[in-house]
Every structure is written in C-alpha cells, then in structure tokens.
C-alpha cells in the first residue's frame, strides 16, 4: 500500500505596489482587501499614507514599517495534546509570520472604530500603534502574558 505524498508549500509571489514599490503595503492591501476589491482597498491604504504625509511630515513607509514593528508579537500559542489534556505551548514565530499578526492586529482594531470612513479609523489606529497606546499593542501583550504562564510547557514543542 503507497503512502500519501506531502503536498508542497506553495506561496503566492506579491509584487510591491505600483505607488510606493514597498513589499508590506501591498501586503497589507492585500489583508485589507474584501471580496477581491482591490482598488477600493488600495484607495484606503493610500488615503490614510497620505494623511500620516500630511499631519506628521514623515515618511510614510518607514511610519508604517516601524507600527507593524511595534504591534508584532514575538511568540504564538499553540495547543497539544498530551495524555488526554491539552497544553498551549509558545512558539517562536517567523518574520512573516509577526508581520501577518500585526496586520491583522490593525486591521480587526480599525474596523472596531466608529469613524466614518475606514481610511480615517485605519489612520488614527496606526497613529496610536506609533505612539504604543492602541488595542492592537494590547493585543500584542496579551499574547506574550499568555505565552509567559505557558512557559512551563515549551518542553512539549512540536
């Protein structure tokens, strides 16, 4: 009897975007985009850019780069079974990984804002990660508390 062959890992290639030629904001266009809207999701993303350009007269690449910087975190739980109970044990993630955290982070936290326009609630919710007071560095250090009790059970990794 043949054994099942392991299926490749197959990772889409993302080009950087056409306005700022950056990796991580055609990324982050692509986590913002919904029922592949692109373009309006586009529309969002450089719309709030645009604002950080005009309220803080900085780049506003390197202002995004450093907030997914500061909102990614460094470990991650996942749950084993052992003997019939279930651990969570921390794991060290990838770059990639922390960078996909943390854009979820964002994301999930500006639509929660009541603003009315998600360009706007996006912009003050990248504002307040810079300035390390938002709910998605919260939720950061949520998942580090929890990685920090679970220590006990990193023997347990995968």
């Given amino acids: 009897m043949s054994r099942k062959k392991k299926k490749k890992i197959f990772n889409r290639k993302i080009f950087n975007d056409l306005k700022f030629n950056n990796y991580y904001i055609s990324k982050f266009i692509n986590v913002i985009m919904k029922s592949g809207k692109k373009t309006v999701a586009e529309k969002i993303v450089y719309n709030c850019?645009?604002?950080?350009?005009?309220?803080?007269?900085t780049?506003?690449?390197?202002?995004?780069?450093?907030?997914?910087?500061?909102?990614?975190?460094?470990?991650?739980?996942?749950?084993?079974?052992?003997?019939?109970?279930?651990?969570?044990?921390?794991?060290?993630i990838t770059k990639k990984?922390?960078?996909?955290?943390?854009?979820?982070?964002?994301?999930?936290?500006?639509?929660?804002?009541?603003?009315?326009?998600?360009s706007i609630s996006l912009f003050k919710e990248l504002v307040e990660t810079y300035n390390e007071d938002s709910l998605s560095i919260k939720m950061r250090d949520e998942i580090h508390k929890k990685a920090e009790l679970n220590r006990a059970f990193s023997h347990f990794s995968f």
């Fill in 97 to 118: 990984r922390r960078i996909f955290y943390s854009m979820n982070f964002i994301k999930k936290n500006s639509l929660l804002r009541k603003e009315k326009k998600f």
């Fill in 49 to 57: 850019l645009r604002m950080i350009r005009h309220h803080y007269d």
């Fill in 59 to 92: 780049c506003p690449i390197n202002f995004f780069i450093k907030t997914l910087i500061l909102s990614s975190p460094q470990v991650e739980i996942k749950k084993k079974k052992v003997g019939g109970s279930v651990y969570f044990i921390p794991i060290k």
